[in-house]
């Protein structure tokens, strides 16, 4: 069993009838830059955001020291473990940035949720277009949104387009973005923008689903 460090957990905006819970990516921790302008954005549109740390993070929140993620049963059995916390799982929002988003891919049919929103969805290994991670988005029944950069190492618009991907997911494409959404200075667009667009189109999405 995961320990569940409900205590360490942030937490944005008021009571929603639909709330977000949001993991983070590989390398960053659930307050970076990118993860408090995207749940900072959705708390405005009056949505309820809760993050939280996979053990391996939250371990080197505690000594410093960098570690590789934990291995896939322990990240997906830390999801499990939050929305156990939670409950109510049909009320739930889930995803995160790039690997936060994947486990949640991978579990949001099992636990019945109200949604998915991936934030930079890493479709293959950086380099590894033929490893794609893509079976389960195949039959994905949760309805479900994917915000990606149009120049993901990733998994770019022009790999992404041609993936067989459920009817039930949404792709939605950040101008220029890389797999933080930042763009280039010569595109016109700042890393600003996108992160506006990406908080638009995510609440959008939520005020779409079933009540």
Request: proline share 8%.
């Amino acid at each position: 069993m995961v320990e569940i460090a409900k205590d360490s957990w942030l937490i944005d905006g008021p009571e929603s009838e639909l709330s977000v819970v949001l993991a983070h990516g590989a390398g960053a921790p659930m307050d970076s830059e990118f993860m408090n302008v995207m749940a900072a954005g959705m708390a405005r549109h009056g949505l309820r955001v809760v993050r939280f740390e996979f053990p391996y993070m939250a371990a080197r929140r505690g000594d410093g020291k960098k570690r590789p993620p934990d291995r896939e049963p322990t990240l997906l059995e830390c999801w499990r473990g939050v929305l156990r916390e939670l409950g109510a799982a049909e009320r739930r929002v889930i995803g995160g940035k790039s690997l936060g988003g994947r486990m949640a891919s991978l579990i949001a049919d099992e636990l019945g949720v109200a949604g998915l929103i991936c934030l930079g969805y890493p479709f293959h290994p950086p380099g590894r277009p033929e490893r794609l991670r893509i079976d389960h988005l195949r039959s994905l029944q949760t309805p479900a949104l994917i915000l990606q950069g149009e120049r993901d190492s990733l998994g770019r618009r022009d790999e992404v387009l041609g993936y067989p991907l459920a009817p039930a997911i949404r792709l939605d494409w950040l101008p220029d973005g890389d797999h933080s959404f930042k763009p280039r200075q010569a595109s016109g667009r700042t890393l600003a923008d996108n992160l506006a667009q990406a908080v638009q189109w995510a609440t959008a999405f939520i005020d779409r689903l079933p009540r």
